[in-house]
């Protein structure tokens, strides 16, 4: 006799009818009577439906008319596969059966169901994945974002492609990357640092910033200083005329500032002598004099219009009077 027509073996050490089961007058395994019924199993294993006599190598249950797997060169039925010899499931933890389709990778075994991406739980018994060294199984694009650089805002993966802030080597989603203080994104504006901390321009401003004296508004930049007070260069200002008074000749009075002309026309006292302002020490001698309006301002008699006469320490009036009576402005 030839080989089976259907498995193509030689000998089976289980055939009936005097070693001759014939099909059309062609010689068949007893396994392979039924060749309908002979399907993928989960593994290399076979599923077949059996027409004699033929015991499970564990229950020892005829497996006549029966499915049954094969597994290491033993014939087991259905339920004994499932208790003793089906894989189990990594995902699940539940035993992977004989009507169940297998998936396996590097010695782990899973129901066609449960292989899934571990994160969005897409199938992947036909797609592409990656098997991360923690054990877990991920889609490729759920592996790139697990793998890509992480947001130092929210701590999920910043994928290729999205909109994100680096600074200093690490990096941000845009929507992240947010001020401290007010925490807005601060996207395309600038930003200060404060330690570790992130501000928009606004809030470092007015968290950190000096105060303008004048105007109380924080300064920003540049500035002048002027008696341990920080100004705005637009706030230090002649007090009349307005006029810029950073890097230029200036005087205060009564808390106010002024430029020299301002401060010679409208709050230098004048001499009585030639009207001009009195702007310090250094005021001409000549122009403290005795005058008609001086012998006035004294309860004297007129004895002249203008006598012309230096008043000093050692220099007498026609009229006998000191210098020193008359010299101090405030007393004239």
């Given at each position: 006799?030839?080989?089976?027509?259907?498995?193509?073996?030689q000998?089976?050490?289980?055939?009936?009818?005097?070693?001759?089961?014939?099909?059309q007058?062609?010689?068949?395994?007893?396994?392979?009577?039924?060749?309908?019924?002979?399907?993928?199993g989960?593994?290399?294993?076979?599923?077949?439906?059996?027409?004699?006599?033929?015991?499970?190598?564990?229950?020892?249950?005829?497996?006549?008319?029966?499915?049954?797997?094969?597994?290491?060169?033993?014939?087991?039925?259905?339920?004994?596969?499932?208790?003793?010899c089906?894989n189990?499931?990594a995902?699940?933890?539940?035993?992977?059966?004989?009507?169940?389709?297998?998936l396996h990778?590097?010695?782990?075994y899973?129901?066609?169901?449960?292989?899934?991406c571990?994160?969005?739980?897409?199938?992947?018994?036909?797609e592409?994945?990656?098997?991360?060294?923690?054990?877990?199984?991920?889609?490729g694009?759920?592996?790139?974002?697990?793998?890509g650089?992480?947001?130092?805002?929210?701590y999920?993966?910043?994928?290729?492609?999205s909109?994100?802030?680096?600074?200093?080597?690490?990096?941000?989603h845009?929507?992240?990357f947010?001020?401290?203080?007010c925490?807005?994104?601060?996207?395309?504006?600038?930003?200060?640092?404060?330690?570790?901390?992130?501000?928009?321009?606004?809030?470092?401003?007015?968290?950190?910033?000096?105060?303008?004296?004048?105007?109380?508004?924080?300064?920003?930049?540049?500035?002048?200083?002027?008696?341990?007070?920080?100004?705005?260069?637009?706030?230090?200002?002649c007090?009349?005329?307005?006029k810029?008074?950073?890097g230029?000749?200036?005087?205060?009075h009564?808390?106010?500032i002024y430029?020299?002309?301002?401060?010679?026309?409208?709050?230098?006292?004048k001499?009585?002598?030639?009207?001009?302002?009195?702007?310090?020490?250094?005021?001409?001698?000549?122009?403290?004099?005795?005058?008609?309006?001086?012998?006035?301002?004294?309860?004297?008699?007129?004895?002249?219009t203008?006598?012309?006469?230096e008043?000093?320490?050692?220099?007498?009036?026609?009229?006998?009077?000191?210098?020193?009576?008359?010299?101090?402005?405030?007393?004239?």
């Open positions: 006799m030839g080989p089976c027509v259907c498995c193509k073996r000998h089976c050490p289980h055939l009936a009818l005097n070693g001759k089961l014939t099909r007058d062609k010689r068949l395994q007893v396994d392979c009577l039924t060749v309908s019924c002979v399907s993928p989960p593994r290399s294993y076979l599923t077949s439906t059996m027409t004699d006599r033929f015991d499970c190598a564990y229950c020892r249950d005829n497996l006549h008319g029966k499915k049954y797997v094969k597994k290491d060169d033993k014939h087991v039925c259905t339920k004994c596969f499932d208790k003793l089906a189990t499931c995902e699940c933890k539940r035993p992977i059966g004989a009507d169940s389709k297998e990778h590097k010695n782990r899973w129901h066609e169901d449960c292989f899934r571990a994160k969005c739980y897409k199938p992947l018994a036909s592409q994945f990656m098997a991360r060294d923690d054990g877990k199984i991920m889609c694009k759920c592996s790139s974002r697990e793998d650089n992480r947001c130092q805002g929210c999920k993966v910043i994928m290729p492609g909109k994100n802030v680096e600074y200093k080597n690490k990096m941000w845009e929507e992240c947010k001020c401290f203080d925490n807005q994104p601060i996207h395309t504006q600038s930003f200060m640092t404060k330690g570790d901390n992130f501000y928009c321009a606004a809030c470092h401003d007015k968290k950190f910033a000096k105060k303008c004296f004048h105007c109380k508004q924080p300064i920003t930049s540049g500035g002048v200083s002027y008696q341990d007070h920080p100004w705005h260069s637009e706030c230090f200002v007090n009349t005329c307005r810029p008074l950073a230029a000749r200036f005087t205060s009564e808390n106010n430029c020299v002309d301002c401060f010679k026309t409208d709050v230098a006292k001499c009585h002598g030639c009207n001009n302002p009195i702007t310090g020490q250094s005021s001409r001698k000549q122009c403290f004099v005795c005058m008609i309006y001086v012998a006035n301002k004294l309860g004297l008699p007129c004895i002249s203008e006598c012309k006469v008043l000093t320490d050692s220099v007498l009036c026609l009229l006998g009077i000191s210098c020193t009576n008359i010299m101090a402005s405030d007393k004239l």
